[in-house]
């Protein structure tokens, strides 16, 4: 694989995971209820612990973005 294809390959990784986390917000702010009557069928929780929960995953997935797609997507850039 050459560097160019893997700078492409980070940047496109980089753009569909913040994609998807905008998905997740928008879900989490705009769809707040739909989303918690959907997962209070099958976990029991209150609302003040699905919204930490929710939170906190949302906060994981961005630096999971972070460091696996746009640290190596930058580095790449840097070697250029």
Known sequence: MS?????????????????LLLVWFGLGT??????????ARWFP????QFD????????????GILLFNLVPCIALHLVR
């Open 45 to 48: 929780l209150p609302r003040e």
């Open 30 to 39: 705009i769809g707040r209820e739909w989303l918690y009557r959907l997962w």
């Open 3 to 19: 560097l160019d294809t893997a700078r492409s390959f980070f940047l496109w990784c980089s753009v569909i995971n913040y994609g």
């Open 52 to 63: 930490a929960l929710n939170l906190a995953g949302m906060a994981l997935y961005k630096i």
